[in-house]
């Protein structure tokens, strides 16, 4: 069982960043891929970044609408995930969830094993 706790969501100007991260619980973190999504009042789930386990080969894939300003990153030692955020946009403001499974579950059927229960982040234009 994987247990993933958000922190580090909350309220910012356009154009600002912040950095969520995402701690587990439990040693099997190292074997799964980790994925950040959002979900926007009224909006179905999307996914926004994933990154699969460094022992495989640590890549990562963006959604379009937040390449070259969203970067994941992974620290399994501390069983560890980071979404850092920069130049925020109002349409960026969600809930993000941090999530845990296999590569295509979260890539390409947004979906995964283990979630968290969210953190929100606003972001006022």
């Known amino acids: 069982q994987v247990q993933l706790v958000e922190s580090g969501g909350g309220l910012v100007q356009a154009g600002g960043s912040l950095r969520l991260s995402c701690v587990a619980s439990?040693?099997?973190?190292?074997?799964?891929?980790m994925g950040w999504f959002r979900q926007a009042p009224g909006k179905e789930r999307e996914c926004v970044a994933a990154i699969s386990p460094i022992w495989s080969d640590g890549r990562t894939k963006y959604a379009d609408f937040v390449k070259g300003r969203f970067i994941i990153s992974r620290e399994d030692a501390k069983n560890t995930m980071y979404l850092q955020m920069n130049n925020l946009k109002p349409e960026d403001t969600a809930v993000y969830y941090c999530a845990a499974g296999i590569w295509r579950d979260i890539v390409e059927l947004t979906n995964a094993k283990y979630w968290g229960e969210g953190t929100q982040v606003t972001v006022s234009s």
């Open positions: 439990g040693s099997m973190l190292l074997t799964y891929t």
